[in-house]
T-cell receptor, first 115, second 115 residues
Framework: AQTVTQSQPEMSVQEAETVTLSCTYD???????LFWYKQPPSRQMILVIRQEAYKQQNATENRFSVNFQKAAKSFSLKISDSQLGDAAMYFCAYRRAFGNEKLTFGTGTRLTIIP | DGGITQSPKYLFRKEGQNVTLSCEQNLNHDAMYWYRQDPGQGLRLIYYSQIVNDFQKGDIAEGYSVSREKKESFPLTVTSAQKNPTAFYLC??????????????FGDGTRLSIL
C-alpha cells in the first residue's frame, strides 16, 4: 500500500520569505502523480500544484514550485515571496497513474505567515 | 459554473440516529469520493465510486454506507454503527480512469457533530 509522510506538523515563515514543506512517499509503482493541496481556514481544498512521475522537470505554478526526487521518493513544495494568504494547511497526496484515481494523503503541515 | 455542492454545511446527530450527507456534482465526472478529516490527520477515504451503480470501500468504511444511483449524486449515510462520527466530511469527484492525472475537485465539506 502506498503511504505519504509529512514530517513537519507546523511551519512558519516571515512574509516575503521562502519556505519549503517536505513530503516523502512510499510506492512500488513507477508511474504515478503527486499533488499539493492547500486548505485555508475556510476548509476548502484547493489544488496548488501537480507533478507527473514520468517527467523529470519540476512543476512550477507562479510562486509555487516543487523539488521532485523520484529515486529518493521525495516531493517538497517551495513557496517563494510568502504572502499572508498562503497561511493554510498543506497536504501532499499520491495517486496511481492508472486504474482508479483515489488519493492517499499525508497528515498535513500547518503554515503560518508572520507579518 | 461547474462544481461540487455539499449539504448541509453543519449537521448534528443524536445517539442511535442515521444521518445522510448530500453530495452533488455538475462536472460530468464519472468518479466520486468521500473523505473524513479529523484534527491532526489527513483525509482518509471512506468510499469511492467509479461509475453509476458501483462503489467500493475505502480505508475506513465501517459504520458508513453510500449509493450511486445517478452520475451527479453520491450521498453518504453515517449509521448508528459509527461510534465516533464527529468529523469534517469532504466529497470529491474526478474524471475517472483518465490516466491523465486530472486532479480531484472538492466540495466545501460538511461538519458533523454529536448532540
Amino acid at each position: 500500500a502506498q503511504t505519504v509522510t509529512q514530517s513537519q506538523p507546523e511551519m512558519s515563515v516571515q512574509e516575503a520569505e521562502t519556505v519549503t514543506l517536505s513530503c516523502t512517499y512510499d510506492t512500488s509503482e513507477s508511474d504515478y502523480y503527486l499533488f499539493w493541496y492547500k486548505q485555508p481556514p475556510s476548509r476548502q481544498m484547493i489544488l496548488v500544484i501537480r507533478q507527473e512521475a514520468y517527467k523529470q522537470q519540476n512543476a512550477t505554478e507562479n510562486r509555487f514550485s516543487v523539488n521532485f526526487q523520484k529515486a529518493a521518493k521525495s516531493f517538497s513544495l517551495k513557496i517563494s515571496d510568502s504572502q499572508l494568504g498562503d497561511a493554510a494547511m498543506y497536504f501532499c497526496a499520491y495517486r496511481r497513474a492508472f486504474g482508479n484515481e483515489k488519493l492517499t494523503f499525508g497528515t498535513g503541515t500547518r503554515l503560518t505567515i508572520i507579518p | 459554473d461547474g462544481g461540487i455542492t455539499q449539504s448541509p454545511k453543519y449537521l448534528f446527530r443524536k445517539e442511535g440516529q442515521n444521518v445522510t450527507l448530500s453530495c452533488e456534482q455538475n462536472l460530468n465526472h464519472d468518479a466520486m469520493y468521500w473523505y473524513r478529516q479529523d484534527p491532526g490527520q489527513g483525509l482518509r477515504l471512506i468510499y469511492y465510486s467509479q461509475i453509476v451503480n458501483d462503489f467500493q470501500k475505502g480505508d475506513i468504511a465501517e459504520g458508513y454506507s453510500v449509493s450511486r444511483e445517478k452520475k451527479e449524486s453520491f450521498p453518504l449515510t453515517v449509521t448508528s454503527a459509527q461510534k465516533n462520527p464527529t468529523a469534517f466530511y469532504l466529497c470529491a469527484s474526478s474524471i475517472g480512469f483518465s490516466g491523465t492525472g486530472e486532479p480531484q475537485h472538492f466540495g466545501d465539506g460538511t461538519r458533523l457533530s454529536i448532540l
